[in-house]
């Protein structure tokens, strides 16, 4: 019997671990996902369990797929680090597309995803299949359509470990699409390969068209963050298809108002007039228009002061404020930031940062010492936990009303 063909692993020089969406609900429909297929694997190892998953879940033969092998298949794999790097992909993206989808119609998206890539695969091969990674290079790009302007945090291995963000349109188009399965396997064409590269494109595709027609029939409600709003603002910015009947403004810089907003057409704002303030915010701090992000960013928060930025945005404008000493509205900002974000890298900084503020320039020692007792706890650089100790002791004076020393 034929190696079974497995997706290529997900362990390389670039590793995703983290995304900048803040989830509103719990997905739960992608935490029993990841844990069916992490037990499945696990009962292979039992005594006699090979021979029942084998029977119970069989990988797809490609020469002759039975139709429930386009369903079985997918919750096979073929060791330890294979099975590692699809829930690590499963986990960065699935939780966001599942939030965003609902569990029921995720899992089924999921399903379906891997079955499309299935039968891709099947197509043109006459090895067997196993493995999850079809049905999420689905997920992968669902995720790119209904969050294309998030930021992916990667783990780089190379000379040294560390992380580094990059857009999402970068880390899903150029490096695991085209890249990874594309570009990548043709300088391995004279190795034997037991990877099913037609079972990711066939995902991908799959993922991106689902997920497209979704949102254009608003079988999936619509924001003004998803890929097909960035395409309609740049085609009406830009006058582009203009000549095949489609609505346009010509092309302009003009910078974008709070009465200009406040005057837009129902139509034009898919989930209310807080959603288009916070896309307008990103388009001026993109532009480093920086006094009218502020302005926009002070009539979001009179709107809805549950709304927060993605993460670098959002700390971009708290840094804004703090540099243009708006002390208050600085701490405001960063502690939105940090209830969004609580396991943000530069969390416990921010943190020491906002301590600072609150005793020096505030007056308000409870709320500094509340900051500063996580960021002594959770500092590691030794001059930053210092300082914040510091700073806590003379905010605890504060408190018990005795001057500092």
């Known amino acids: 019997m034929p190696q079974p063909l497995v997706p290529a692993g997900a362990f390389r020089m670039l590793i995703p671990i983290g995304t900048d969406v803040h989830l509103r609900r719990r997905p739960i429909g992608n935490w029993i996902l990841v844990a069916l297929n992490v037990l499945i694997f696990l009962s292979e190892g039992t005594v006699g369990g090979y021979q029942t998953i084998q029977s119970l879940l069989p990988p797809l033969h490609g020469a002759a797929p039975s139709l429930n092998e386009y369903l079985t298949y997918q919750f096979r794999h073929g060791d330890m680090m294979h099975l590692a790097g699809n829930m690590l992909f499963l986990w960065i993206f699935g939780n966001a597309v599942c939030d965003r989808m609902g569990s029921l119609n995720y899992v089924v998206f999921y399903l379906a995803g891997g079955v499309f890539a299935g039968l891709v695969f099947a197509y043109s091969n006459n090895n067997p299949l196993l493995g999850a990674s079809g049905a999420i290079a689905a997920v992968t790009t669902a995720f790119l359509v209904l969050f294309p302007r998030v930021h992916i945090t990667l783990l780089l291995w190379l000379f040294i470990v560390m992380p580094l963000q990059l857009p999402a349109m970068a880390v899903i188009v150029f490096k695991i699409i085209l890249w990874d399965n594309i570009v990548a396997p043709r300088f391995d064409s004279g190795m034997v390969s037991n990877v099913a590269y037609s079972a990711h494109l066939g995902g991908y595709a799959f993922g991106f068209a689902t997920a497209m027609l979704l949102l254009m029939s608003q079988a999936l409600p619509r924001n003004q963050f998803d890929l097909l709003a960035l395409w309609d603002r740049w085609r009406r910015r830009t006058g582009t298809f203009a000549d095949f009947g489609y609505e346009h403004s010509p092309p302009t810089t003009r910078r974008v108002t709070v009465e200009q907003v406040e005057s837009r057409p129902l139509d034009e704002i898919a989930m209310g007039p807080a959603d288009q303030l916070r896309e307008d915010i990103l388009d001026r701090l993109s532009e480093h228009d920086y006094t009218e992000a502020a302005r926009l960013y002070d009539r979001l928060r009179t709107l809805d002061d549950t709304v927060v930025l993605p993460r670098r945005q959002q700390l971009e404008l708290a840094n804004m404020f703090a540099h243009g ?81």
């Open 325 to 405: 000493d708006r002390h208050a509205d600085a701490v405001e900002a960063y502690e939105a930031f940090l209830q969004a974000y609580p396991n943000a890298a530069d969390a416990f900084q921010v943190r020491l940062f906002v301590g600072l503020m609150c005793r020096r320039y505030l007056g308000d020692a409870a709320r500094a010492a509340g900051h500063l007792r996580i960021a002594v706890q959770g500092l590691e650089d030794v001059t930053e936990r210092d300082l914040a100790a510091e700073e806590l002791a003379r905010a605890e004076l504060q408190l018990l009303g005795r001057s500092e020393p």
